[in-house]
């Protein structure tokens, strides 16, 4: 029997979407339950939708500074469609800690760097300000501590010459797409 995933997401969802098409897989232990943005124009909802999954919005603005009341409405409906593990992919709000707790050891989070290096935003900018010959991106368990959880998987890429933000930005989340489903799979599997 597989076991549901709830996606939280923000923006465009493309490691969401790397989720999605690895659970299509029968061998794969997961299945993508239903997919929730707190960002009603998320693109990632749409392509949800397309790939035949659930996809809620559920507005944080209308919370206002109230986080928790704004993730137990999200906890709720994850709750009520049976979902087992969270997977955090590109959702920009920081969680409270009665939400981490809820899911802790079943919440995983993708960060675009070699974590422990570059914890929250800039990754890439950083790595090359730096003048790192490598960069990569994290799969780990969420924690209270942002970017700070157990490391379950990475994947490193080369820091080219003459590199930008961007560029490095679209190599790491290549490897991003192959390594989330992976390292999921191998948190479901234990």
């Not at 749409?46 to 500074?65: N, S, Y």
């Not at 009341?69 to 409270?96: C, N, Q, S």
Request: glycine share 10%.
């Amino acid at each position: 029997m597989k076991a549901k995933v709830g996606v939280l997401i923000s923006g465009g969802g493309s490691n969401m979407a790397a989720l999605i098409a690895a659970a299509k897989d029968p061998a794969y232990p997961a299945e993508i339950a239903c997919v929730i943005s707190n960002n009603p124009d998320a693109g990632g909802l749409a392509k949800a939708r397309t790939a035949g999954v659930e996809a809620l919005a559920i507005d944080h603005r209308p919370f206002g500074k109230d986080r928790e009341a704004h993730e137990r409405a999200m906890d709720a409906e994850l709750r009520a469609r049976g979902v087992e593990w969270v997977a955090l992919a590109g959702y920009m709000r920081l969680l409270t800690p009665w939400f981490v707790r809820a899911w802790e050891g079943r919440m995983l989070n993708i960060h675009p760097s070699l974590l422990p290096l570059y914890p929250g935003l800039h990754t890439h900018q950083r790595a090359i300000e730096a003048g790192d010959a490598e960069a990569g991106c994290t799969v780990h368990l969420v924690i209270d501590e942002v970017d700070a959880g157990p490391v379950l998987g990475q994947a490193r890429v080369p820091v080219m010459q003459g590199d930008a933000p961007e560029t490095l930005a679209a190599r790491v989340l290549e490897a991003e797409h192959r390594l989330y489903p992976a390292a999921l799979a191998a948190a479901i599997r234990g």
